[in-house]
């Protein structure tokens, strides 16, 4: 059967296609590369037939700042080169947000192709440095400005529809309740496909969590009741959970 790519490549195929990429990073940024590595599915071992490249061209600290991507796809194969100076990369890496728990596996463990001065190490340790009270600050940022907002759209769609909206709503709930969890928990999941699965092996979860992640992945999203009540418990798990971890939904009435 002939397809439009992504086409069926080896793990070895995609391995010297990084180098080749390398290689014509090397031309175009010579000296200027501090550290080249490799993130995602291909820098853990764990991708597939059709899995794209993910890199890093990090670049020594200059007067200007550098923060862009290369981003292709050479038809069999897509990549996507992220180039940029290091003090970016290390902040990045520093930084707590709603997506930490998806976004910052990268910056633990990344493949390293050429990394002479040892970058990547000190990339690890400021992915680990973010204090308590910066996670807390994002998990009440999710709270408020994500499950608060989408208990209100599922409120309206109850009401007065449409009822099509309530499959999509769910799943908003599943993603961002197993970020709450991956940043409750300080812990990152290895890729996108295993959020859903992988939330529901901690520990701690707020009740009503299980059941809309179950209901997610199960696809059965058809019953409007079924999903509304499924989020009603969720939403009423958080404020409990949330009091009990001294996570903060409301405020007072105008807090500035």
């Given at each position: 059967?002939?397809?439009?790519?992504?086409?069926?490549?080896?793990?070895?195929?995609?391995?010297?296609?990084c180098q080749e990429?390398?290689?014509?990073?090397?031309?175009?940024?010579?000296?200027?590369?501090?550290?080249?590595?490799?993130?995602?599915?291909?820098?853990?071992?764990?991708?597939?037939?059709?899995?794209?490249?993910?890199?890093?061209?990090?670049?020594?600290?200059?007067?200007?700042?550098?923060?862009?991507?290369?981003?292709?796809?050479?038809?069999?194969?897509?990549?996507?080169?992220?180039?940029?100076?290091a003090n970016v990369l290390l902040h990045m890496a520093a930084t707590v947000d709603e997506g930490w728990p998806l976004s910052h596996g990268a910056f633990f463990a990344p493949l390293a192709l050429y990394d002479p001065k040892d970058f990547f190490p000190t990339l690890k340790k400021a992915a680990q440095s973010p204090t308590q009270e910066a996670f807390t600050e994002a998990i009440n940022g999710v709270l408020v400005g994500e499950m608060y907002e989408f208990i209100g759209k599922l409120r309206n769609a109850h009401l007065n529809g449409p009822h099509t909206y309530l499959p999509y709503l769910a799943m908003q709930f599943a993603q961002y309740g197993a970020m709450l969890l991956g940043l409750h928990h300080r812990t990152c999941y290895s890729t996108g496909a295993q959020v859903l699965p992988e939330s529901l092996l901690l520990t701690d979860r707020p009740?009503?969590?299980?059941?809309?992640?179950?209901?997610?992945m199960s696809g059965e999203l058809a019953d409007p009741a079924k999903i509304v009540a499924a989020c009603e418990q969720f939403w009423s798990g958080l404020h409990v959970w949330a009091a009990k971890h001294h996570y903060v939904?409301?405020?007072?009435r105008i807090p500035f």
């Amino acid at each position: 059967m002939n397809m439009n790519g992504p086409e069926n490549i080896t793990r070895n195929e995609r391995l010297q296609t990084c180098q080749e990429i390398a290689a014509r990073l090397h031309e175009v940024y010579g000296a200027k590369i501090l550290a080249l590595g490799v993130y995602g599915s291909v820098a853990r071992g764990t991708d597939g037939p059709f899995s794209d490249i993910e890199m890093f061209c990090v670049l020594e600290e200059s007067d200007e700042d550098v923060d862009f991507s290369h981003e292709w796809s050479a038809g069999p194969w897509k990549a996507e080169v992220n180039v940029l100076s290091a003090n970016v990369l290390l902040h990045m890496a520093a930084t707590v947000d709603e997506g930490w728990p998806l976004s910052h596996g990268a910056f633990f463990a990344p493949l390293a192709l050429y990394d002479p001065k040892d970058f990547f190490p000190t990339l690890k340790k400021a992915a680990q440095s973010p204090t308590q009270e910066a996670f807390t600050e994002a998990i009440n940022g999710v709270l408020v400005g994500e499950m608060y907002e989408f208990i209100g759209k599922l409120r309206n769609a109850h009401l007065n529809g449409p009822h099509t909206y309530l499959p999509y709503l769910a799943m908003q709930f599943a993603q961002y309740g197993a970020m709450l969890l991956g940043l409750h928990h300080r812990t990152c999941y290895s890729t996108g496909a295993q959020v859903l699965p992988e939330s529901l092996l901690l520990t701690d979860r707020p009740d009503g969590y299980e059941q809309v992640a179950k209901l997610v992945m199960s696809g059965e999203l058809a019953d409007p009741a079924k999903i509304v009540a499924a989020c009603e418990q969720f939403w009423s798990g958080l404020h409990v959970w949330a009091a009990k971890h001294h996570y903060v939904i409301h405020t007072k009435r105008i807090p500035f």
